[in-house]
């Protein structure tokens, strides 16, 4: 039945809206659909492009700190090697040097070499005389420091420990910066050339982070000897005392008539260094070494413990480096299917 006043052309009172023009229902229909469906597609491709960024950030992220526990890691090893490699490294200067030493010790006239031993031994004769040999004066000094100076390096000799594999050159003085890598004369002892009456001091530091040099003086006992080169003569010194004494203890180091005595110094206990360790040899009588062997194999050969982390470390620290930038990585290629699949789980979600 048809209600009164309806005309053709309006809605039917209580009729839903759009199914007097259908085709115009379903148009708004459709565009509403589509409008849906472009926010949808928009807000997925905005999650989308959110959650692309994250996985980069944390990628990079991760490369970051990986590459800093490496640096860690590496900081670390190279502390702990740092002793052993600083020590193999002065071991082979000083073997060097040493060497040096002897070649122009062979390459000198004989009979200059002799007039040098013999200008050292009057400067020896010359401190029973001095009222005060604990300090030099500087024309003193000069004369000092000229003598037994082949090379002019200021290198005298060198000392050798067989016990405790001590292999060293000695030069004038004990100035702070040679004492870090060689051992040192006390300028106002005798000159380690032997003879009646003279009383040579060599002083070297213990425990140094670069370098042995005396860390082991402690090691040694009464009755074990060492020499000391000095041009084409070697001294051989058999210890006969060893005593530990403040600094300012000097008494045990001063010259006794008609001894050859030569005394080893350095710092005690280790690492607190309150006390002087003294070692003290006096001259034995021996056949004359002559064209000593000059470079100790071990001074120039890295060992395994040193050479293997050394090696090993920096090429696994290359090719994690390679590995995290320069390698490409495969990235899985995704279908249509999975990639709609994916957008439906993250709206889902």
Same mark, same amino acid.
């Given at each position: 039945?048809?209600p ?6 309006r809605?039917?009172?209580?009729a ?12 708004n229909y459709?565009m509403?659909e589509k409008?849906?469906?472009e926010a949808e ?9 959110k959650?692309?960024v994250?996985?980069a950030k944390k ?5 970051v700190?990986?590459l800093?526990l ?5 900081t670390g ?6 002793p052993?490699?600083?020590?193999w490294?002065n071991?082979y ?6 060497? &040096?030493?002897?070649?122009a010790?062979?390459?000198t006239d ?7 031993i $013999?200008?050292a031994?009057e400067?020896n $004769?010359?401190?029973?005389?001095k009222?005060n040999?604990y300090?030099l004066?500087d024309?003193e000094?000069?004369e000092y420091l000229?003598l037994?100076d082949?090379s002019g ?6 000392i050798k ?10 030069y004038?003085?004990t100035? /702070?910066?040679l004492?870090?890598?060689?051992i ?14 003279t009383?040579s001091l ?6 140094l982070?670069s370098a042995?040099?005396f860390?082991d ?7 074990e000897t060492?020499t ?5 003569e070697?001294l051989?010194?058999r210890i &006969?005392?060893?005593?530990i004494?403040e600094?300012n203890?000097?008494s045990?180091l001063?010259?006794v008539?008609?001894e050859d005595?030569c005394?080893?110094?350095t710092?005690?206990?280790y ?14 009588e021996t056949? /004359?070494e002559?064209?000593a ?5 071990? $001074?120039?050969?890295?060992?395994n413990y040193?050479a293997i982390p050394?090696?090993?470390v920096p090429i696994?620290?290359?090719?994690l ?11 899985? &290629?995704m279908?249509?299917? /999975?990639i ?5 789980r993250?709206?889902i979600?």
């Open positions: 039945m048809i009164l006043g309806w005309e053709p052309g809605a039917r009172p209580g839903l809206p759009g199914l007097l023009n259908p085709d115009r229902r379903n148009r459709i509403c409008e849906q469906n597609h928009s807000e997925t491709g905005n999650n989308t492009e959650k692309d994250k996985p990628k990079r992220g991760s490369k700190l990986t800093l490496v640096l860690i890691i590496l090893v190279g502390i702990m090697a740092y052993s490699i600083s020590d490294w071991s200067h000083q073997s060097q040097s040493i060497a &040096d030493y002897v070649t010790v062979n390459e004989p009979k200059l070499l002799a007039r040098m $013999a200008d031994r400067y $004769a010359k401190l029973l005389n009222e040999r300090s004066t024309e000094m000069e000229s037994l082949l390096t200021g290198i005298i000799g060198y420990i067989d016990s405790i594999g001590v292999y060293l050159p000695v004038h003085t100035d /702070e910066s004492l870090q890598v060689a040192g004369h006390l300028e106002w002892s005798s000159l380690p050339v032997g003879g009646e009456s009383h060599l002083s070297g530091h213990r425990g982070p042995k040099l860390t003086l402690d090691l040694l006992h009464e009755g060492f000391v080169t000095v041009l084409n070697t051989t010194y &006969d005392q060893i005593l004494v600094p203890e000097v045990s001063s010259i008539p008609g005595y005394t080893l110094i710092c005690t206990p690492g607190i260094n309150t006390h002087r360790i003294l070692v003290r040899g006096t001259r034995i056949e /004359e002559k064209n062997v000059i470079i100790v194999p071990e $001074a120039v050969r890295i060992p040193i050394a090696v090993a696994l620290f290359l090719l480096l390679f590995s995290m930038f320069v390698m490409p990585r495969k990235r899985k &290629d279908t249509d299917e /999975e709609l699949e994916s957008i439906k993250d709206n979600e």
